[in-house]
């Protein structure tokens, strides 16, 4: 029994060993992002968060899986709309939609615990504006994420995805954060495509004092 089990061992270093620098390049049954933020999700308190700029809401809906309430925030009615159906197609009832755009959010002050920013920012006429919202809206102790593009020069991308900005460097998105009011801030690269025109993801993190 115990050459039997060697030999299973074995061979599962071989395959490993042959697999080592690009294990996360290739497909691995069962592996996936979505699965890996759900199981970070697990690690967050229960709280409010606000999601600026939801779209048609999955963020949201993932979002809802362990929080108290997301406040889900939209200007588009007929995104509000979707968002709604979908999740009362997924039973989920601790997501409240409201119509509003990022820059006068329909939150009242210190309201929610968390506000995300997902892949929305660069669709705001004024970003500082909506980050300044963002400060408004949280509690004291409360945190701000965003993730957005890196700055880029894809111009068609005003066209094709109505952007408003071609992403932002990691300077503009600090110097953001800190003149709202916000401290410990924290800018990262998170992502990098490799089609091209390459969109890079960036990361940041703040928090705003008790």
Known sequence: MRGVLRKRQDKMRAFFDSVAGRLGKDYVPGKSWKSLAEALLRLLPPMVIADLGAGEGTFALLLAERAKKVIAVDT?????????DEALRHGVKNVEYRLGDMEEVPIGDGEVDLVF????????LHPERAVQEAWRILAPGGRIVVLDLAKHRFEEARELYADEWLGFSESELEAMLTQAGFTAVETSVVHKEPETPQFQTLLAVGSKQG
């Open 76 to 84: 588009s009615a007929r995104m509000i709309e979707v968002a709604r």
């Open 117 to 124: 920013f997902s892949q929305s920012l660069h669709h705001a």
